[in-house]
């Protein structure tokens, strides 16, 4: 059993964290308030002890005030990085779910200027809001479940046959989805194809990270896919929507600003079975590129759509993935 020490927010983004007592913390938004939340948002954990551990090992060169490392919730009594992703943890009605551990430190970050070090990237960890709630100040943490392991992965003295099939073995990849669509962001139409891509990815062993759902705005997209890539790291994000010819159609043009390699064959290679079921999918505009570790894959916008390219797609991905993970060979 833990315990809530601080509840942090920003009030404007740029700005240090600081500790408002009590918040509420809103399903797969954030904490209300703070100026990084927003739809599919994270909320990050740290513990409190490796902030003291830092301070020791500072020797008071700065203050470490909560909030400093761009935390949301200051906890004592859990080393977080020690569980696996999927872990849940519950603070009264809350229930947060780990996504992420660590991230990359902003330049900017004011302890990296003054000290050469911030905990944050190692120690710091993220988690979606799988239910909301108000927590305050001294609630109980409680760790509510851990992923089942293997059984393979107790059993001591295996033989190399089984250390063999153990390493061909790899953890699940983790997927997270961005609908582009007006009309389904103002409430006037259902999105059906991300949860179309959840269901399919889930059938296929994924684990599925954040799900957005966005207005057809090249700027809002291309923040949104940066945010995912940079901040919760999943292997791949899939996009659905914005792949036409319409003036708000801006998907493609999201993806490439956010881009550090391309990756053409694989949306050559879906436009290409695609017009063997319609010759409409030859005004596709869909790309495919890569940001730091995560491979981003543009599909189109409808269910049947996202059912045929992901049915042609999930085959080939595993070997990518792996390869882009550093698991695999080229």
């Not at 909560?66 to 859990?78: A, C, K, R, T, Y």
């Not at 997927?175 to 103002?186: H, N």
């Not at 708000?248 to 990756?263: F, I």
């Given at each position: 059993?833990?315990?809530?020490?601080?509840?942090?927010?920003?009030?404007?983004?740029?700005?240090?964290?600081?500790?408002?007592?009590?918040?509420?913390?809103?399903?797969?938004?954030?904490?209300?308030?703070?100026?990084?939340?927003?739809?599919?948002?994270?909320?990050?954990?740290?513990?409190?002890?490796?902030?003291?551990?830092?301070?020791?090992?500072?020797?008071?060169?700065?203050?470490?005030?909560?909030?400093?490392?761009?935390?949301?919730?200051?906890?004592?009594?859990?080393?977080?990085?020690?569980?696996?992703?999927?872990?849940?943890?519950?603070?009264?009605?809350?229930l947060l779910e780990l996504t992420q551990i660590g991230k990359q430190c902003h330049t900017g970050c004011e302890i990296m200027q003054r000290t050469g070090e911030c905990i944050m990237p190692r120690e710091g960890v993220f988690a979606r809001v799988v239910s909301g709630g108000t927590v305050h100040v001294g609630d109980a943490v409680e760790l509510i479940s851990t992923p089942e392991k293997n059984p393979e992965e107790s059993v001591t003295g295996e033989g190399a046959e089984a250390k063999e099939a153990k390493a061909a073995k790899h953890s699940p990849f983790r997927a997270a989805i961005l609908t582009a669509s007006d009309r389904s962001f103002r409430g006037e139409r259902e999105d059906k194809s991300g949860p179309r891509i959840a269901e399919l990815l889930t059938e296929a062993g994924y684990e599925i990270g954040s799900r957005l759902l966005l207005p057809d705005d090249e700027e809002g997209l291309a923040e949104a896919l940066i945010r995912l890539s940079d901040e919760e790291g999943p292997d791949v994000i899939f996009t659905t929507g914005g792949t036409g010819l319409s003036p708000r159609d801006r998907m493609p043009e999201a993806t490439k600003r956010v881009a550090d390699r391309d990756v053409p064959g694989i949306a050559e290679g879906i436009r290409a079975y695609s017009l063997t079921i319609t010759p409409r999918a030859m005004l596709s505009r869909a790309v495919s590129v890569i940001r730091g570790k995560t491979l981003i894959v543009n599909l189109p916008g409808s269910p049947k759509a996202v059912t045929e390219c992901l049915t042609y797609l999930l085959p080939v991905l595993e070997h990518g993935l792996l390869i882009l993970r550093g698991e695999a060979d080229g």
């Amino acid at each position: 059993m833990g315990k809530l020490l601080a509840v942090c927010i920003s009030e404007k983004k740029g700005t240090v964290k600081k500790d408002i007592g009590t918040c509420r913390i809103i399903e797969e938004f954030g904490l209300e308030g703070d100026a990084h939340a927003g739809s599919g948002r994270q909320v990050s954990l740290l513990s409190a002890e490796q902030v003291e551990a830092f301070r020791e090992r500072s020797k008071g060169v700065v203050d470490l005030p909560p909030g400093i490392f761009g935390e949301n919730l200051l906890v004592e009594g859990f080393d977080f990085k020690s569980y696996p992703v999927g872990t849940q943890f519950r603070i009264k009605e809350v229930l947060l779910e780990l996504t992420q551990i660590g991230k990359q430190c902003h330049t900017g970050c004011e302890i990296m200027q003054r000290t050469g070090e911030c905990i944050m990237p190692r120690e710091g960890v993220f988690a979606r809001v799988v239910s909301g709630g108000t927590v305050h100040v001294g609630d109980a943490v409680e760790l509510i479940s851990t992923p089942e392991k293997n059984p393979e992965e107790s059993v001591t003295g295996e033989g190399a046959e089984a250390k063999e099939a153990k390493a061909a073995k790899h953890s699940p990849f983790r997927a997270a989805i961005l609908t582009a669509s007006d009309r389904s962001f103002r409430g006037e139409r259902e999105d059906k194809s991300g949860p179309r891509i959840a269901e399919l990815l889930t059938e296929a062993g994924y684990e599925i990270g954040s799900r957005l759902l966005l207005p057809d705005d090249e700027e809002g997209l291309a923040e949104a896919l940066i945010r995912l890539s940079d901040e919760e790291g999943p292997d791949v994000i899939f996009t659905t929507g914005g792949t036409g010819l319409s003036p708000r159609d801006r998907m493609p043009e999201a993806t490439k600003r956010v881009a550090d390699r391309d990756v053409p064959g694989i949306a050559e290679g879906i436009r290409a079975y695609s017009l063997t079921i319609t010759p409409r999918a030859m005004l596709s505009r869909a790309v495919s590129v890569i940001r730091g570790k995560t491979l981003i894959v543009n599909l189109p916008g409808s269910p049947k759509a996202v059912t045929e390219c992901l049915t042609y797609l999930l085959p080939v991905l595993e070997h990518g993935l792996l390869i882009l993970r550093g698991e695999a060979d080229g």
